[in-house]
């Protein structure tokens, strides 16, 4: 079977707002952690846990961790197993001092109920609706992509800040090049899996092999493939505007890169993307 394979960003560096920063994803509904202050004894769950089904209930779960290996083969995380990740829109402390904090004691719960008896909506079709989302998560794998900048310069530290925040600039300017920047208030109350399966996929359609054909799979109940930014949303529901773009005249100008289409005095006109979002490109370029 087809896998995808899920790239997760972690880096150690001492860096404010480094860990919980945004995957390059789209941009999601804020979920807000309290600091993590408190710190706890060890998780010590009565049974050994795989890792990779941990991991795979985090993602569900859209918690920004992963076990990146059981060292020690005790078949449980311990402290320095566990990493937080970036590009996430919630921020937490894992461990403080060597030790786990309340947080994520409160986590490796959350992650246990979700392998043994995970909390699904009683009615049926929005029932059905996320145990496809979380069957769609489920066909990815996440991978761990980490670095340890700790032994960076004051200055290239200061460099890797301020492109951290260039990148996810990027990634709001194309969630709005996707045109899906207009559905994320509707996650706000969203369960976990459909705002993660959001953020991953860039949008709230299914991606994986045995879920992306199915109506009923998607992060927002009653929305597939939605419109695009780049092209006006009345002339995207003609299933055939591109080919009829690409007939006209001025298809050159209309189809080039790095362009939107917009529709000016009845007419449709190239605006470059500095212009049809100044506000994001502006920030970029400074």
Not at 156 to 166: D, G, H, L, R, T
Not at 167 to 186: K, N
Not at 205 to 228: F, L, M, Q, S, Y
Request: hydrophobic share 40%; glycine share 6%.
């Amino acid at each position: 079977m087809k896998k995808l394979f899920v790239v997760i960003l972690s880096l150690a560096i001492p860096l404010s707002g480094c860990e919980g920063k945004k995957q390059r994803q789209a941009p999601e509904a804020k979920k807000e952690h309290p600091a993590a202050e408190k710190t706890a004894a060890p998780a010590k769950p009565a049974e050994p846990i795989d890792r990779q089904a941990f991991n795979a209930a985090a993602v569900r779960l859209d918690l920004p961790l992963f076990w990146k290996a059981d060292t020690n083969g005790n078949g449980r995380p311990d402290p320095d197993e566990i990493v937080g990740l970036m590009f996430y829109d919630s921020k937490v402390r894992w461990t403080e001092g060597g030790r786990f904090t309340v947080q994520f004691e409160d986590a490796l719960q959350s992650i246990l109920t979700d392998l043994k008896n995970p909390l699904l909506p009683p009615e049926p079709a929005e029932r059905r609706r996320v145990e496809l989302v979380r069957r769609d998560l489920d066909q990815g794998r996440p991978t761990l992509v980490y670095s340890d900048l700790s032994t960076l310069s004051p200055q290239e530290k200061k460099f890797f800040a301020i492109m951290v925040e260039v990148a996810g600039l990027i990634d709001e300017l194309y969630a709005r090049q996707l045109g899906i920047d207009v559905l994320r208030p509707r996650l706000a109350k969203a369960d976990p899996a459909s705002r993660r399966l959001f953020a991953r996929n860039w949008g709230p359609d299914c991606k994986g092999p045995e879920t992306e054909k199915n109506p009923e799979c998607t992060a927002i109940a009653g929305v597939r493939h939605p419109p695009v930014g780049i092209y006006p949303a009345e002339l995207q529901k003609d299933e055939g505007f591109c080919r009829k773009l690409g007939a006209r005249p001025d298809s050159k100008q209309l189809m080039a890169p790095f362009v939107a289409v917009r529709k000016k005095e009845g007419k449709l006109v190239a605006v470059p993307f500095n212009k049809a979002w100044p506000d994001l490109s502006g920030m970029v370029a400074r």
